[in-house]
């Protein structure tokens, strides 16, 4: 037997703490009327208790995403993946891959990776990416390294270039 886990929330009403209840319950409450703005909520993945008025995902907008959610409970604990986070990866990557230009894709990479991990962790709401962004950093950082050293490389080659030319044709 498949045993689907949907998300379980908790709420305050009277000073007493009532629940778990099931998504399509907690709406099924908040349009009864015994659930309204200023009640506080909870489920797993949240930090504190919340006031039902700031969760994004139980404002008026996203009921219809949650009630369709109740219908494929599996699809309702999956976070959605952060742009930054795969924007980051994806940069990443391909600043390994260019050989002589790698800190043109290198910086955004890093630079997304930073805005993904801020975001994924300010988040109110779950959001999945934070290996994406690290991935992301880790390729950006190594491939600026790359980047510095040629640079470095082709600096140190002119200087005894340079150096060895003037002794040659000097006094």
């Keep these: 037997m498949i045993c689907l886990e949907m998300t379980q929330w908790y709420y ?11 998504d399509h319950e907690l709406h099924s409450l908040i349009a009864q009327g015994v659930i309204i703005d200023s009640t506080l909520v909870w489920r797993e993945g949240m930090v504190t208790w919340q006031a039902k008025a700031t969760v994004p995902e139980l404002q008026a907008g996203a009921s219809s995403l949650n009630m369709a959610n109740s219908y494929y409970p ?7 993946n952060s742009g930054l986070a795969i924007a980051s990866m994806v940069c990443g990557i391909v600043s390994i891959l260019f050989c002589y230009v790698h800190a043109i894709v290198a910086i955004p990479a890093v630079i997304c990776g930073h805005m993904a991990l801020k975001r994924i962790n300010d988040s109110p709401v779950p959001m999945a990416g934070r290996g994406m962004a ?10 600026l390294f790359f980047q510095i050293c ?22």
């Design 12 to 22: 305050g009403s009277e000073g007493q703490q009532n629940g778990p209840v099931a």
């Design 134 to 143: 690290i991935a992301g950093l880790v390729t950006g950082y190594i491939a």
């Design 74 to 80: 599996a699809m309702a604990n999956m976070a959605p």
């Design 150 to 171: 040629w640079i470095g490389f082709f600096i140190y080659a002119f200087n005894q270039a340079s150096s060895h030319s003037s002794s040659t044709f000097g006094p």
